[in-house]
């Protein structure tokens, strides 16, 4: 029987919008409109039956179109979407948006911020206080540069549950090392037993020319620490087309777990997902 898949993290975006500053020309590969129904063949062809929306925008208008794709696709089983946590009625917006039964998470752009502790600022962490009474988990968009601020906001906010996005960003290109502060950092948030961690985006990071080999230290280092309960597989397409494909990634990931049990890879491919997101 084919293993039955979640993608917990994928993009969609129409470039007329107007919202997506970041994907400029240098990245042209994926600056063009990619909609649900560009991704549903991948979803049929790989047996992926759910799937996790992730905001690709820093902007309400973002909410709004994912959460119409969620309304017009039952694929879409859950939404991150993004609020501005520091403004002043952030906890009045992340509980709105709560009210749709499939936003799952909330996720700031932390790459995009040079302050490496933003995160722990009185006011970001107040608004984020009312997500575990929301049932609503938090994505941590984070380098390896807030790996401590993480590990600080899972003590000051226990009853969170977080989930890293693309294992922290480890500084693996052209086959580099991920690095002692990456492993150490990493194993110290898998103490948390809140700390989830999502196995995406790692063909981006090693970029052109990355395999198997170059990523098996990194997802190893994922396995032992955060162990399969705690792992989530994604495919962060489209951004994954800058330096693959989807289906490169489904193949490459499944030699990557080969040496888990049936139950374990079950895990990472789908139940870690649905349980984490309560999908």
């Not at 309304?71 to 939404?79: L, M, N, P, T």
């Not at 502790?117 to 997500?131: F, K, T, Y």
């Not at 690095?179 to 037993?193: I, K, T």
């Not at 962060?236 to 374990?264: C, F, H, I, K």
């Amino acid at each position: 029987m084919t293993q039955i898949r979640t993608d917990a993290h994928h993009h969609l975006w129409q470039i007329s919008r107007g919202i997506y500053d970041w994907i400029g020309d240098d990245l042209h590969p994926i600056r063009r409109d990619f909609e649900p129904d560009h991704l549903k063949p991948y979803l049929d062809h790989f047996n992926i039956t759910r799937t996790v929306l992730v905001q690709a925008a820093e902007d309400p208008a973002e909410n709004a179109a994912m959460l119409a794709a969620a309304d017009a696709h039952e694929f879409i089983a859950g939404v991150v979407v993004w609020v501005d946590l520091e403004a002043h009625d952030a906890k009045d917006q992340i509980t709105r948006l709560a009210r749709h039964a499939k936003v799952k998470s909330l996720r700031p752009v932390l790459q995009g911020i040079e302050d490496n502790d933003w995160i722990l600022r009185p006011a970001v962490v107040d608004a984020l206080s009312v997500l575990p009474s929301l049932s609503l988990c938090f994505d941590a968009l984070i380098q390896p540069r807030h790996l401590g601020a993480i590990a600080t906001l899972g003590t000051r906010l226990p009853d969170l549950d977080i989930v890293i996005d693309h294992a922290a960003k480890p500084v693996i290109r052209g086959g580099q090392d991920a690095g002692d502060h990456w492993r150490d950092g990493m194993a110290r948030l898998a103490q948390n037993p809140r700390i989830f961690c999502k196995l995406s985006g790692l063909a981006t990071e090693a970029g052109p020319g990355w395999s198997q080999a170059s990523l098996q230290p990194v997802v190893d280092h994922l396995l032992t620490h955060f162990t399969p309960a705690r792992l989530m597989w994604g495919s962060d397409w489209p951004v994954l087309e800058m330096d693959g494909s989807y289906g490169q990634w489904v193949q490459t990931s499944d030699a990557l777990l080969a040496s888990l049990s049936t139950r374990d890879r079950a895990y990472v491919l789908d139940q870690t997902a649905r349980n984490f997101y309560r999908l």
